[in-house]
């Protein structure tokens, strides 16, 4: 326990080196960027020890892993964010636990959030993740919303009942014309969300960024980066 505290007390000083180095040659103030830690797959007590370390957001991507350990996790005030494709069946439980919702991709999910989010009597913060290489289809691979449907879902978003409309999320395609460009993508999501705050001022929460690519993230001018592997390591599978 103590070494894993050690470990990860290491690991959290160079990703906020990173970030601060990031700032201050982007010319940002270090307040400017919110540090949300994905602990998916990691158990409940690294949640803990974070908490410990300062650790003020974490961010989970399944349900059936988050669940339980903000529940466990409780009572540490944490905030949580849900960032993996969602299941309308998995909402009720989703709601129970997340502050903010940063997958949201389709009118169906924002319905079902907006139900339950009445039902429980939270308010959710929504994040519309955008798929900068969807294809034919409008929808990436990894979930998200091609751009032109970005303006349809936040009204959707901005008039449902215990929903907040916050802000955009992407993850830096693989594929396509961003592939290998993160600076570029981010730089993107950025426009889109000047174009979005046009319509919708309070929606200013632009998440981009992971242990890879928060450099770039920042000096695009993202609020928030979502970094997992740079603070408790290699995931020892996928998730
Ligand atoms: C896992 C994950 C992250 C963190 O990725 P790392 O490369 O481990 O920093 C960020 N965003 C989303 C949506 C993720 O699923």
Known sequence: MTDRKDELAVNLAKV???????????????????L???????????????????????????????????????????????VGQLQTNKVRSVVGYADFVQSVDR????SALSKEAVRAG?????????????GESGRGDRGGVAPGGIEELAGLVA???????????????????????????????MDLSTD?????????MVSAG???DLEEAVAAGATHV????AVLGVRPRLG
């Open 16 to 34: 906020e080196e990173r970030i601060a180095r990031a700032c201050a040659a982007a010319g940002r103030e270090r307040e400017e960027v919110t």
């Open 36 to 82: 949300i830690v994905v602990t998916k797959t990691y158990p409940a007590d690294d949640v803990r020890i974070l908490a410990d370390l300062g650790v003020r957001h974490v961010a989970e991507n399944k349900d059936q892993d988050a669940a339980p350990k903000a529940a466990t996790c409780s009572d540490l005030s944490l905030s949580w964010h849900f």
């Open 107 to 110: 009118s169906r999910l924002v």
């Open 122 to 134: 939270r308010e959710v913060g929504c994040l519309i993740q955008v798929a900068l290489d969807a």
């Open 159 to 189: 008039g449902a009942p215990g929903l907040r409309l916050a802000g955009l999320m992407t993850v830096a395609p693989l594929t396509g014309e961003y592939a290998g460009r993160q600076r570029a993508a981010f730089e993107r999501l």
């Open 196 to 204: 979005l705050r046009r319509a919708h001022p309070g929606a200013n």
């Open 210 to 212: 992971m242990s890879a």
């Open 226 to 229: 979502r970094v997992g592997t």
